[in-house]
């Protein structure tokens, strides 16, 4: 829809909203005068660079294992798993447990519903130990369930704008739920590969990836990998040969459903599907919005991220007009958030506004931690398990299964 500058009224329902509406809106906050000030007052963290930490980006993309070579990694969430980067802005979570009492070395099972988790093996791999702290940090009474969904859910994870946190979410809602029983598959759907990163899978050329599903009509299960140390979450990685996607697939025959076809012929036992997208509305995301039944839209909340939310809900209703029915916005995640910008307040004002219960109470606040993860192959969840970030994603990831219960009945 062209913007044509004029006040456009919209609802979660209709699926249209004006980004006046949601910018501008109505909330006092929102003015001129707090947008100057939120420019004024210090954002964000600092670089993240810590003795030992070191960019995904350039590796060649053959890299292995990033954090286990890494001479600095020294299992960096252990020091203090409830500490906080003072950059965050933030006071170290009081009620996060001691240090000694989580990570004495003698792990008590944890029985969840059915959660499984490893139990305590002394030649157990370092990430299985990790994600067996993680479990233990953030649930230490073990009485939070997340329960499974009454029917599987298949989620796509968009936004055309670039980096708001679309892969993030993706991989960390899935570990958060894979580490409490359920059955989680991310289907990396970006040429960048970041996903795949982001779970420590392989993806260098030559990998079996999504791509070969797409084009080439291998089976997803084919392609699939576990991920290390997080058991029932596997990943089907992209490698470099997704960037040629957009084109090839213009010549294919029902090129829009090409992934939802795969996913159809799916047979694994699964509870969750997250499908990454990438910054964009091309063929791939519509793939992903073909394939999904629920589109988790990450909003940052800065101003320039509700940028084209318009569009992207313009594309939903049209592929739920023509091409999938079932297709619903049925989650809004607001990430990076900071605290110490009005603005940050006020588009979640705003977007609450707009949007309803579809937003999730749990707001992932901008987190040091979150960004260094990656960069060991490990989503934050099992990196810094104490640390803001990975306690919001693991309040999201509990939403998300509550609401996912409340479809039906339980399984
Ligand atoms: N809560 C957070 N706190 C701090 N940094 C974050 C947070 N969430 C994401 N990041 C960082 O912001 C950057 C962008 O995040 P991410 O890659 O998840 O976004 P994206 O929407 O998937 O990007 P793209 O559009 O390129 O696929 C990454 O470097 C990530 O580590
Ligand atoms: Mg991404």
Redo the contacts with the bound molecule.
């Keep these: 829809m062209r913007d044509d500058g004029t006040r456009q009224e919209g609802t979660a329902e209709t699926g249209t909203v004006s980004r006046e509406t949601i910018v501008a809106g109505d909330s006092p906050a929102n003015t001129s005068e707090s947008r100057v000030a939120a420019q004024a007052m210090p954002v964000d ?1 600092p670089a993240p660079a810590g003795p030992g930490w070191q960019s995904p980006g350039w590796q060649s993309p053959g890299w292995q294992s990033p954090g286990r070579e890494s001479p600095g990694r020294e299992s960096p969430g252990r020091e203090s798993p409830g500490r906080e980067s003072p950059a965050d802005g933030s006071a170290p979570d009081a009620t996060a447990p001691a240090f000694a009492e989580v990570y004495s070395g003698d792990f008590q099972p944890v029985d969840i519903g059915s959660l499984t988790v490893p139990t305590d093996e002394s030649d157990d791999p370092p990430l299985a130990m990790e994600a067996r702290r993680a479990v233990q940090v953030l649930n230490p009474s073990g009485n939070v369930a997340m329960p499974r969904p009454s029917r599987p859910r298949i989620m796509g994870v968009a ?1 055309q ?9 993706a991989v960390n809602l899935a570990v958060a739920l894979a580490l409490h029983g359920n059955r989680v598959v991310v289907i990396d759907l ?1 040429p ?1 590969g ?1 996903a795949s990163t982001g779970l420590n899978v392989p993806h260098h050329a030559g990998v079996p990836d999504v791509y070969d599903c797409l084009v080439d009509t291998v089976a997803l299960a084919d392609v699939a990998q576990p991920v290390e140390g997080i058991p029932n979450l596997t990943c089907v990685p992209a490698t470099i040969d997704l960037a040629g996607a957009e084109i090839e697939l213009v010549s294919v025959v029902a090129r829009e459903s090409r992934l939802a076809r795969a996913i159809a012929a799916y047979e694994e036992d699964y509870d969750y599907i997250f499908i ?1 997208c ?2 964009s509305l091309g063929l791939l995301t519509v793939n992903a919005l073909v394939a999904a039944k629920e589109v988790l839209i ?1 909003i940052q909340c800065e101003y320039y991220a509700l940028e084209g939310l318009n569009q992207l809900l313009n594309n939903i209703n049209m592929v739920r007009a023509h091409l999938n029915t079932e297709l619903e916005i049925s989650t809004i995640l607001l ?2 958030y900071d605290r110490r910008t009005r603005l940050a307040d006020a588009v979640e004002q705003d977007v609450r506004n707009h949007f309803g219960d579809k937003v999730l109470k749990a707001v ?5 931690r ?2 260094e993860a ?1 960069s060991y192959g490990q989503s934050v969840m099992t990196y810094d398990p104490g640390s803001r ?1 990975a306690t919001s994603y693991f309040e999201a990831a509990l939403e998300l299964a509550e609401r996912g219960a409340m479809l039906g009945e339980q399984r």
């Design positions: 963290d936004n704008k670039g980096g708001v946190g679309k892969t993030t979410t970006d960048q970041n990454d990438p910054p990450p990430t990076m992932v606040p901008r987190n040091v979150v960004s990656p970030g």
